[in-house]
């Protein structure tokens, strides 16, 4: 049974730094053609890709966010975190991550967590 | 950037009706596409990858087609479990795109 679930600050101050974790079971990073991304959903909005790690390290982000994403996994914990520098009321939704296994997209998505951007 | 958009953008319809949403790509994503039901303050859940084979455990009154540019995603018999929010989401070449999204509500 694969799970997901997002972690982290609900409430983050403008210019400050995100940092979201995604906690998985179900499978592993350390698997050929795995990978896990992150989407985002602002209120009332459609849904964004932000960014993908693979099992093998590679890394792809969506280039209008690409200066302010850095995404790492550990395989070992069954984890991939998420970092978005200078964050802006703009950037307020609820985030997801999902895996992805080869050519297999987001089948899987976690609850999904709301963070809000405001001093 | 693969832009994809959806036709129409919200519909009214009754139980029991066929209800036909069209998701297009701006230049030809092969069929690596999937269409994902989103109702309010949960999680997207997939009903359709490959654009037209049935996520398991998903009502056969949905199906997908389409390849290339052009993609349907038909219900084939609406259930009041049905009104929600659907995009598509391409997902052959970076970045990932989603399309805007279509809302069916009760009529």
């Known amino acids: 049974q694969i799970t997901l679930k997002e972690s982290g600050p609900t409430l983050v101050k403008p210019t400050q730094t995100l940092t979201l974790t995604c906690t998985f079971s179900?499978?592993?990073?350390?698997?050929?053609?795995?990978?896990v991304g992150w989407i985002r959903q602002p209120p009332g909005k459609a849904l964004e890709w932000l960014a993908l790690?693979?099992?093998?390290?590679?890394?792809r982000y969506s280039p209008s966010l690409k200066s302010r994403l850095t995404i790492t996994k550990d395989t070992s914990k069954n984890q991939v975190v998420l970092t978005m520098t200078n964050m802006d009321p703009v950037d307020t939704a609820t985030y997801y991550c999902?895996?992805?296994?080869?050519?297999?997209?987001?089948?899987?998505w976690g609850q999904g967590t709301l963070v809000t951007v405001s001093s | 950037d693969i832009q994809m958009t959806q036709s129409p953008s919200s519909l009214s319809a009754s139980v029991g009706d066929r209800v036909t949403i069209t998701c297009r790509a701006s230049?030809?994503?092969?069929?690596?596409l999937g269409w994902y039901q989103q109702k309010p303050g949960k999680a997207p859940k997939r009903l359709i990858y490959?654009?037209?084979s049935l996520q398991s455990g998903v009502p056969s009154r949905f199906s997908g087609s389409g390849s290339g540019t052009e993609f349907t995603l038909t219900i084939s018999s609406l259930q009041p479990e049905d009104f929600a929010t659907y995009y598509c989401?391409?997902?052959?070449?970076?970045?990932?795109?989603f399309g805007p999204g279509t809302k069916v509500d009760i009529k």
């Open positions: 999902a895996p992805i296994h080869w050519n297999d997209c987001f089948d899987y």
């Open positions: 179900g499978f592993s990073l350390s698997t050929s053609g795995v990978g």
């Open positions: 790690i693979y099992w093998n390290d590679d890394k």
């Open positions: 230049q030809g994503i092969r069929n690596d």
């Open positions: 490959a654009a037209s």
């Open positions: 989401l391409q997902h052959n070449s970076y970045p990932l795109t």
